[in-house]
C-alpha cells in the first residue's frame, strides 16, 4: 500500500509538472522580428530630433520600414514614452492639432519622447502597419509596432527609468496586442491607451452581431462593429481580401476563428500585467464603437488600471487641449518604475 501511495504521489508530480510546463507553452509570447536602424534626416514641423529608418524584418510578413523621430529633454532624463497615432499610423503625433502640447508637457517633465511613423512625413510608400501582412491578420502585422517598442526598450532607455507608450485608436490597438500577445507586459511600466482599442474584439468589429447598448462615457446608444468605410482601410489591409467590411451587414461568421485569434481578448492573450498600469481615456464626443470595444479589453484586464472620461472630446484626443493635456498629465503622474517587491 506504501508504495502504490507513493506511487500515486509521484504521477501526481509528473501530472502537475506537465501541466505546468503546458501552461507555460501556451504562454509563450508570439515571437518578435529583428530590426535594422539606420539614421535619417529628420522631417515634421519640430526641429531638434534625431531620426532614424527602422527596417522592420517579422516572422509571416514582408519586410517593412517605419520610422521614428526622438527628442531628449533639457533636464535630466526620467523615463521614455513611444507615441504612436491611430488609423494607418502614418503619421507623427506632432502632426496632430494639439500633439506638440503633449509632447512640450512630457519633455519638460524629462521624459525622452520618441515618434512613431509608418511612413510620412518621411516616405509617401508605406501605407501602414496592417498593411502589407501577407494576409496573415492583424495579429501578425502588430509584430511591426511590438517590435519597434522592443528596440526603443534596447536602444534608447536609461538604467532605472521607465519605458511607456501612449496611443490614439489603431494606436491603443497597437499597444493592447502587444501586451496581450507579445510580452509587452514585461518591459511596458505604464500604457496609455485613448480611444479604444477600437476593434479589441475583431469578431464583433467584423461580424457586427453584438447589441446596441449605451455606451459609457459618450451616451450613445451604439453597438460594438467598426462600419465597413473604415474597417475597409484599417482592418482588410491585413487579411487576403474584404473579410471584416463584407461581414459587417450580413454578419458572417465564415472568418471568425481567425478574427477571434487576432483579438487582443483572444483566449490565448495575456490579460494580467503586475508591471504595467494601464489608463484608457475616451471623450465624450467619441460616437464610434471605440468606447464599448476598449471598455471589453479594460474589463478583461486583472491588473492594475483605470478610465477617464474627458468631456468636449472626439475620437482623436490629441485634437483638442484638454485631450493633449490629459494624456500628458497621465504619462507624467503614472510613467513611473513599479514599486520593488
Known sequence: MKSLAIWIALFL???C???SAQSQTQAQPDALGTIQASSTTCEGHLSGGTCFALDITCPSLPDYTAYV????PTVPVVGTVLFTTGGDGTDLL???YFGPLAMQKVLK???RSVELTYGFPFNLNEKGWQTNANGAGIRAAICRFATVLQWVHDNYLDADTPLCAAGNSAGAQQIGESLAHYGAGDILAFAELSSGPPFGRIDYACENNQAAITSPCSGKTIGLGVLPGT????IDPAYPGAWCSSAYNTHSTQHQA???????TSPDGVVNY???FINFVFGSQDTTSAIRQGLLYQSAITSQNSTTCLAGVGHVVEDTVPGAQQVANDIIQHCKLPPKK
Open 13 to 15: 508530480v509528473t501530472m
Open 17 to 19: 509538472v506537465a501541466a
Open 69 to 72: 523621430k526622438i527628442f531628449e
Open 94 to 96: 506632432e502632426k496632430l
Open 109 to 111: 517633465a524629462g521624459y
Open 231 to 234: 474597417s475597409m482601410k484599417f
Open 258 to 264: 481567425q478574427f477571434l485569434n487576432d483579438s487582443i
Open 274 to 276: 503586475p508591471n504595467t
